[in-house]
């Protein structure tokens, strides 16, 4: 039985047999001092504040039993799967591959690189790990999605324009209904988000809706 949530720009249909989570990239690398995303000037305290919304999200899709997939954006350390591009990008003082606070910037098992404690993956969940920002770029989730039957994606995480929208996006070009939990997301920038959340839902939802936990919780029950 679909369950209708309340949602940007009119009801989600969450279906309970065919729905997953996935959580971008809740990384110390982008949510702690010392990281990628702070080695670019950001301000991570934004980033933190989402933290406890995250973990609930995740609470409540383990109560229920529903699937869920955890990404993290990351290269091998010979930086193979880094494109020149991407790490030649910008004017930062430690770019992707060199020796931060936490270790390497964005090297797959550097301590940098882990999904905080907060939000850590336990057995049986997916982890990803992704060299670009959308999550089915050189990846194999959606095999592994295809053989959970899941059609159904609700996304959280960061940054809600970089990673989170671009797999959104990405999701929503694969024919998944796609929502995404408005205050289990952050960016470094607060119009950005607020633009994110507009340009997803306008046009009838032309990628996907948009709801608050509460709203998703008081659906579920
Ligand atoms: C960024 C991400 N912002 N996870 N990555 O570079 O959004």
Redesign the pocket.
Known sequence: MMIAVKASPYAFKLDPNKVALAV??M?R??VEPGG??DS?GNDVSRLQAIVPTVQALIGLFRQQGWPIVH?R?SHLPDLSDCPPAKRNRGDAALRIGDAGPMGRLLVRGEPGNAIIDECAPIEGEIVIDKPG?GMFCATDVQSQLDALGVTQLVFA????????Q?SMREANDRGYECLLVEDATES?FADFKAATLAMLTAQGGIVGWTAPLADLKEAVG
């Not at 995480?157 to 990673?163: I, L, N």
Request: contains cysteine; negative net charge.
């Open positions: 971008i990239d990384q690398d982008f990628f995303g670019l990404t954006e920002k995480g960061v940054t809600t324009e970089v990673c989170v671009t470094y």
